[in-house]
T-cell receptor, first 115, second 112 residues
Framework: DAGVIQSPRHEVTEMGQEVTLRCKPI?????LFWYRQTMMRGLELLIY????????DSGMPEDRFSAKMPNASFSTLKIQPSEPRDSAVYFC?????????????FGNGTRLTVT | QKEVEQNSGPLSVPEGAIASLNCTYS??????FFWYRQYSGKSPELIMS????GDKEDGRFTAQLNKASQYVSLLIRDSQPSDSATYLC????????????FGTGTSLTVIP
């Protein structure tokens, strides 16, 4: 089991540029979550999907953020245009929705720096 | 009131002592409870899960759940410097589908 795979590991970009973060969940998991973590705000849920369908995107900060899950093995989080306050570590996590006992498994995260 | 609350610490204990980490949650219908350990610069790593009232032991770790008091704790026996990390409490709340709520984490330092 390769675990949750995120890319890139690090992203440095200038304000105003588009940023796309990618995630491959664990095979067989049907729930996928995007989190953002900062020192000030801790771990924040941005959006999560069940069976590729977005269920709750209330944590998405604003319209500059969008997420897609075109199939069970791939998801993207896009920020356009990026701003310095978007600098954070973004984690993708997956679990098996049908069991409430299924924990979240996290990817290694993408550290985003917007200058 | 936040859904999941933890003392942010920092908590410092001497090597070999017992470290006690606490967490309270708001949804009485919550079913699943998890403890994650996060080293600086790394992703959260699952270390314990608990679903029923009582204690669950795994090596040096013991998770305790009291649903009546809406309280879950993690005990680390014989604390080691390698246990120094931030510990996150997570709750899967039944009424929110499959959404996981995280506390803000407790920073633990084990002093050699």
């Amino acid at each position: 089991d390769a675990g949750v795979i995120q890319s890139p590991r690090h992203e440095v970009t200038e304000m105003g540029q588009e940023v796309t973060l990618r995630c491959k969940p664990i095979s067989g998991h049907n729930s996928l979550f995007w989190y953002r973590q900062t020192m000030m705000r801790g771990l924040e849920l941005l959006i999560y999907f069940n069976n590729n369908v977005p269920i709750d995107d209330s944590g998405m900060p604003e319209d500059r953020f969008s997420a897609k899950m075109p199939n069970a093995s791939f998801s993207t989080l896009k920020i356009q245009p990026s701003e310095p306050r978007d600098s954070a570590v973004y984690f993708c996590a997956s679990s098996y929705r049908s069991s409430y006992n299924s924990p979240l498994h996290f990817g290694n995260g993408t550290r985003l720096t917007v200058t | 009131q936040k859904e999941v609350e933890q003392n942010s610490g920092p908590l410092s204990v001497p090597e070999g002592a017992i470290a006690s980490l606490n967490c309270t949650y708001s949804d009485r219908g919550s079913q699943s409870f998890f403890w994650y350990r996060q080293y600086s610069g790394k992703s959260p790593e699952l270390i314990m899960s608990i679903y029923s009232n009582g204690d669950k032991e795994d090596g040096r770790f013991t998770a305790q759940l009291n649903k009546a008091s809406q309280y879950v704790s993690l005990l680390i026996r014989d604390s080691q410097p390698s246990d120094s990390a931030t510990y996150l409490c997570a709750v899967n709340m039944r009424n929110t589908g499959n959404q996981f709520y995280f506390g803000t984490g407790t920073s633990l330092t084990v002093i050699p």
